[in-house]
Structures are given as structure tokens and as C-alpha cells.
């Protein structure tokens, strides 16, 4: 049977926009994960057409524990534009989310197109520099609870990042040490060996994903390379700092009040 996938793309694209939660689409209208990323490229079209830029792609499920709970083999990832860039010690309004949360991870910046698969020895050559960064996920599903191919369709809960300053030191990215704070307490703690055991494996699988697709990825582009711990929620006034040992930190300060807090 023929799933008209474009209703999907525009009500994903409007409960983005205007901060709304849906139902899962899954549980009423099945597709698979090909069609999730047919309804994924469809909905960021919709903020193409409106004037948004691709800056780049953030990669998901970067842990082998979360592959297996989640019954993949392979990393998913999703798209970055413009609009989700936030300011580096800037203020969060979390007027434009649904029920945020922060994430920190490495972001790369590629100086050469990827367009074709590499290996961990081609990667770094392909990288101009690294920083550290937090996203801000935040599905458009009620609840926070998606299937695989929910969250994919959802552009992987994408909604915001926040990049740190630049380093061209690749040297130490194996095994950072990666510590999260929320007004100044310790919230979260780990190291960049929990992205796929090292982060330069994710550029590795999105060379390979891009490739699948039919897709170069342009010089100039950011990679968020995956989550280095679990991620926080984020509320009203919080502080958040993430620093990654070698690399510095960024931070920010929330103000307004996320859409699923509203009464």
C-alpha cells in the first residue's frame, strides 16, 4: 500500500515551528525507516523554502548500548540549518521548544566535501578543526517517546546547537574527559571514548551514510559527532556549561519556559 508521507512532513514541520507535541505517527501509521527519512528530507524542505541554510548534520545513536536497545546496526542522523545555531554564553529561549534537552558532544568542521566513504586514517584530514558543543534535542512527540523510525522521520529530535571555540588539536579526541554542569553543579560526567569508542568513527559512519544516500556533504560543514552522556532537561533560568578536557567549554543560560511545561 502507497503511505502518502507528505502530511506527515508538514505536521512534523509545523509541531517544530510552533512548539507543539504530536502523537507518535507510528502507532497509527506505520512506515519504515526508508520512508522515515523520505518524510525526514521532505520536512526540512519545508525550512529550506522558507529561507533556512544547511550547515551541516548531527549523527545519533553513537553508543553501542543504544544501538542494541534500540535493535540498530548503523547510526541515524538528521540535519542542521541556520536557525538552530545558538549563541556560544548566550541566553536559550526556551519559549521555542517543546521539552528541551542538552546533550554535550564534539562538533566538527569539515575543510574538504565528503563524497565519498573514508576511513578513520583519511578522517582527520578531512576535518579543519573541533569544538566543544551541546544540542539541544527536543522531540516533537508527546512524552519524549518515539519508535526508531518516529525519531528518525522527526529529524532525529534536532533542535538547537551551541559550538564552543575552535582547536585544530586533533590529538587528544580518543579519550576526553567530558563534564556537564547545571548551575554550576556536576550533573553529568564521561569521556569522548562513549562516541562509538572514538569520535572520528562518527565521521567515518556519516561518510558512509552520505554515501548510501547519494549525497557530498560541502567543505565548510559542521558534523555533531553524538552525545558523549546521558542528556539533561532543561527548565527556566538554569545555567549550562559543558567542558571537554583539552578542548574548553560553552555554555548557556535559559530564559522563557518550554510549550510541555505550559499548563
Not at 2 to 16: E, F, H, M, R
Not at 230 to 259: D, K
Amino acid at each position: 500500500m502507497n503511505l502518502d508521507l507528505a502530511p506527515i512532513a508538514s505536521a512534523l514541520d509545523q509541531a517544530a515551528r510552533k512548539a507543539r507535541a504530536l502523537p507518535q505517527f507510528s502507532r497509527h501509521t506505520p512506515f519504515n525507516l526508508e520512508q522515515a527519512y523520505q518524510i525526514q528530507r521532505a520536512s526540512m524542505a519545508h525550512r529550506y523554502a522558507d529561507g533556512e541554510r544547511m550547515i551541516g548534520l548531527k549523527l545519533g545513536f553513537t553508543s553501542r548500548a543504544k544501538m542494541q536497545q534500540m535493535g540498530v546496526d548503523s547510526l541515524i542522523w538528521g540535519w542542521l540549518t541556520d536557525a538552530m545555531l545558538e549563541e556560544d554564553g548566550g541566553q536559550l529561549n526556551l519559549d521555542r521548544y517543546i521539552h528541551p534537552r542538552a546533550e554535550p558532544e564534539l562538533c566538527f568542521l569539515t575543510r574538504r566535501a565528503i563524497d565519498r566513504p573514508l576511513t578513520q586514517l583519511e578522517a582527520v584530514d578531512y576535518l579543519e578543526a573541533v569544538a566543544p558543543a551541546i544540542e539541544i534535542i527536543d522531540s516533537r512527540y508527546e512524552a519524549f517517546k518515539f519508535s526508531l523510525e518516529d525519531v528518525v522521520a522527526d529529524n532525529c529530535s534536532s533542535a538547537g546547537l551551541v559550538v564552543g571555540p575552535w582547536s585544530r588539536d586533533f590529538s587528544t579526541l580518543a579519550n576526553a574527559g567530558v563534564l556537564m554542569r547545571l548551575d554550576g553543579a556536576l550533573v553529568e560526567a564521561g569521556s569522548t571514548a562513549a562516541i562509538l569508542g572514538h569520535p572520528l568513527r562518527s565521521l567515518v559512519h556519516a561518510s558512509q551514510l552520505l554515501a548510501r544516500a547519494d549525497i557530498s556533504l560541502p567543505a565548510g560543514s559542521l558534523i555533531m559527532a553524538g552525545a558523549a552522556t546521558a542528556a539533561v532537561a532543561l527548565t527556566p533560568g538554569a545555567q549550562l556549561t559543558v567542558e571537554i578536557n583539552g578542548y574548553g567549554e560553552c555554555a548557556f543560560t535559559c530564559s522563557g519556559q518550554a510549550q510541555g511545561e505550559r499548563s
